[in-house]
């Protein structure tokens, strides 16, 4: 894995393709993120595409689904699609690992199998990764053994630092 995100192409989207790609975040997270802002950028990078605003890297698209980033995240916090994790998860998922269902303490009971979630810690509510649910989040609450979310976004990785 390279350590720095760099990007083949940008170009900027017009506003029906905002509308589309905003379309696809509110049946994501609840909310259409993208609605309010003037100008969207898409990028292709080497592993996915990103949509970036004002410079920064506010989602990545992956299989066509756009997600927020943590740093958007960070901004605005959608109604679901959140799981919620304990404190000894918190360091191994600071590290690019995927959640474990004993971490796992809450989740959104609509979060389905293979749905793009976002993981925060319990207390603070405050993001720390971004992956897809390896179970429904009824399942990840209640498990006792088993990978919960796999992990393709998180804090300190490369789309975390792009400046």
Known sequence: MTTELSFRKRHRLRAREVEELGALVRAAVGEDLLATEPAVDRATGLDMDYLLI????????????????????LKRTPPRGWVDVDEGAVPFLANGADCMAPGVVAADEGIKEGDWVWVRDA?????????????????????????????????????WAYE
């Not at 004002?54 to 995240?73: K, M, S």
């Open 54 to 73: 004002r410079d920064r890297v506010a989602y990545i698209i992956v299989e066509g689904v756009p997600f927020p980033t943590l740093h958007t995240l």
């Open 123 to 159: 207390r603070h509510k405050r993001p720390l990764a971004v992956g897809r649910a390896m179970m429904s989040g009824p399942d990840m609450a209640a498990a006792e053994k088993g990978k919960a979310v796999r992990t393709i976004h998180w804090v300190g990785d490369k789309v």
